[in-house]
């Protein structure tokens, strides 16, 4: 295990009826508010009159951002940071999932910023300074809500891009399963994909030793198994709903990835296809993450294999360990299949033409070298490609 520092500041508030808290909360860092949310959910599903009676009612001044789209643009963040210096914002709060939060996120640096916020994402620039932000979850799945990073398309560009900082975590989240009820079966399947994905990606990492680590992060993938299809029979199952949330949180708040390094080529890929074809995030993940499990596999990775096969999927440990390996790979691709998530792109709706997957390699590496699990080079990126499309 190597050394690390933990340190997640975001004051989680958790269940039902804990909306109204948001009242206690914001006063601590603002006045005046930036309300950012997507393209309506909020509204039907009534989240949004229930917070903006709250503001009202408590004489918190506030304006909006809305239309925040899923892999946010750009566009969406440079309009924010406008209506931030015209109305002397000092707080947002984001309502929604990982699109409306990220965006928030670049929104709230890009306001002390005299520059072009895609800055951040391209390496030209680094956070500084930002805005403090809190979050009303609506969608169980990237883990935004407790960390510091945030993923932004830029359609001039055909890139979408990560960045990250201490200064993006949250103050405070508000986690209340009810508001992902209305999800519907195929962002359910698609959040619980990711967060599976965030697991797997921490899960298969070089250093030895993190066997606590490692345990969370089995019995993180489990919840999912468990409470995905749950959920999509039963979209308003309190006890499903609950877990996934809380699941989303805990796979991506740094904790199961303490003392070693995430492998995260599995994203690398995954974000140049969404970028391209704007496929939903998870359902990206899904259908890559066993072809990359297929390709990396080798005799010296073997055993942490074997270990997923074992201890998430319940395989026999007396079996030889390549067998468990190439099973586990299959029982991962049958689970995502019965969330209703096809197995390659053209059944996603999502092809890319194969005289692409060479510039989409080179795209993918122009940042340097992914994965570190095992380090993946051009041609096994293509073959990647090659095998889910
Ligand atoms: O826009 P609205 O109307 O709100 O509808 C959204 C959107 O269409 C809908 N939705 C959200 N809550 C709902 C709801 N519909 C009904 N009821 C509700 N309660 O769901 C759709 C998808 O929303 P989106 O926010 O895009 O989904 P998700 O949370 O999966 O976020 C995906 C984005 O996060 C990035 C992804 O790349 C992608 O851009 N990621 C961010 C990470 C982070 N910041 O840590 C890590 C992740 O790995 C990921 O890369
Ligand atoms: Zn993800």
Same mark, same amino acid.
Request: charged residues 20%.
């Given at each position: 295990?190597?050394?690390?520092?933990?340190?997640?500041?975001?004051?989680?508030?958790?269940?039902?009826?804990?909306?109204?808290?948001?009242?206690?909360?914001?006063?601590?860092?603002?006045?005046?508010?930036?309300?950012?949310?997507?393209?309506?959910?909020?509204?039907?599903?009534?989240?949004?009159?229930?917070?903006?009676?709250?503001?009202?009612?408590?004489?918190?001044?506030?304006?909006?951002?809305?239309?925040?789209?899923?892999?946010?643009?750009?566009?969406?963040?440079?309009?924010?940071?406008?209506?931030?210096?015209?109305?002397?914002?000092?707080?947002?709060?984001?309502?929604?999932?990982?699109?409306?939060?990220?965006?928030?996120?670049?929104?709230?640096?890009?306001?002390?910023?005299?520059?072009?916020?895609?800055?951040?994402?391209?390496? $030209?620039?680094?956070?500084?300074?930002?805005?403090?932000?809190?979050?009303?979850?609506?969608?169980?799945?990237?883990?935004?809500?407790?960390?510091?990073?945030?993923?932004?398309?830029?359609? +001039?560009?055909?890139? $979408?891009?990560?960045?990250?900082?201490?200064?993006?975590?949250?103050?405070?989240?508000?986690?209340?399963?009810?508001?992902?009820?209305?999800?519907?079966?195929?962002?359910?399947?698609?959040?619980?994909?990711?967060?599976?994905?965030?697991?797997?990606?921490?899960?298969?990492?070089?250093?030895?030793?993190?066997?606590?680590?490692?345990?969370?992060?089995?019995?993180?993938?489990?919840?999912?198994?468990?409470?995905?299809?749950?959920?999509?029979?039963?979209?308003?199952?309190?006890?499903?709903?609950?877990?996934?949330?809380?699941?989303?949180?805990?796979?991506?708040?740094?904790?199961?990835?303490?003392?070693? +390094?995430?492998?995260?080529?599995?994203?690398?890929?995954?974000?140049?296809?969404?970028? !391209?074809?704007? !496929?939903?995030?998870?359902?990206? =993940?899904?259908?890559?993450?066993?072809?990359?499990?297929?390709?990396? !596999?080798?005799?010296?990775?073997?055993?942490?294999?074997?270990?997923?096969?074992?201890?998430?999927?319940?395989?026999?440990?007396?079996?030889?360990?390549?067998?468990?390996?190439?099973?586990?790979?299959? !029982?991962?691709? *049958?689970? *995502?299949?019965?969330?209703?998530?096809?197995?390659?792109?053209?059944?996603?709706?999502?092809?890319?033409?194969?005289?692409? *997957?060479?510039?989409?390699?080179?795209?993918?590496?122009? *940042?340097?070298?992914?994965?570190?699990?095992? $380090?993946?080079?051009?041609?096994?990126?293509?073959?990647? =490609? $090659?095998?889910?499309?």
């Amino acid at each position: 295990m190597k050394n690390f520092k933990y340190n997640t500041p975001t004051k989680i508030i958790f269940g039902r009826d804990t909306l109204s808290e948001i009242v206690n909360e914001i006063p601590k860092y603002g006045q005046r508010v930036l309300l950012v949310y997507g393209g309506g959910s909020i509204k039907k599903n009534r989240v949004y009159n229930q917070l903006t009676e709250l503001l009202i009612k408590n004489k918190l001044f506030y304006t909006e951002l809305s239309g925040v789209k899923p892999n946010p643009s750009i566009i969406s963040v440079r309009e924010g940071i406008t209506i931030c210096r015209e109305n002397k914002v000092d707080f947002i709060l984001a309502v929604g999932g990982g699109s409306v939060i990220d965006c928030a996120k670049a929104i709230a640096a890009g306001v002390f910023y005299k520059g072009d916020p895609w800055d951040f994402y391209t390496g $030209k620039a680094k956070i500084r300074e930002s805005l403090p932000l809190g979050t009303v979850l609506t969608l169980s799945a990237t883990g935004s809500e407790m960390n510091g990073f945030s993923v932004i398309s830029n359609e +001039e560009t055909r890139q $979408k891009l990560g960045t990250g900082s201490e200064l993006l975590k949250p103050k405070f989240s508000i986690l209340n399963p009810e508001h992902t009820f209305s999800v519907n079966e195929y962002q359910t399947a698609a959040g619980t994909a990711d967060i599976i994905s965030h697991c797997l990606e921490q899960y298969f990492s070089p250093q030895p030793g993190t066997y606590l680590q490692d345990r969370i992060t089995e019995a993180i993938i489990k919840t999912c198994i468990h409470y995905g299809p749950i959920a999509l029979k039963d979209p308003g199952n309190y006890e499903a709903r609950a877990n996934l949330m809380w699941a989303s949180s805990l796979a991506l708040n740094g904790m199961i990835s303490t003392g070693k +390094e995430g492998d995260w080529a599995t994203h690398d890929i995954e974000h140049k296809i969404s970028a !391209l074809t704007d !496929l939903a995030h998870g359902v990206g =993940l899904a259908i890559i993450t066993p072809a990359w499990m297929a390709e990396v !596999l080798d005799e010296e990775n073997v055993d942490k294999f074997f270990s997923l096969g074992c201890n998430v999927f319940g395989i026999d440990p007396s079996y030889d360990k390549h067998q468990v390996a190439q099973e586990s790979i299959k !029982l991962l691709r *049958f689970f *995502f299949l019965s969330l209703g998530i096809p197995e390659t792109l053209s059944k996603a709706n999502a092809s890319v033409s194969f005289d692409k *997957f060479d510039e989409m390699a080179e795209d993918i590496l122009s *940042f340097g070298p992914i994965g570190v699990f095992k $380090k993946l080079e051009k041609e096994a990126i293509i073959r990647i =490609l $090659k095998a889910i499309s």
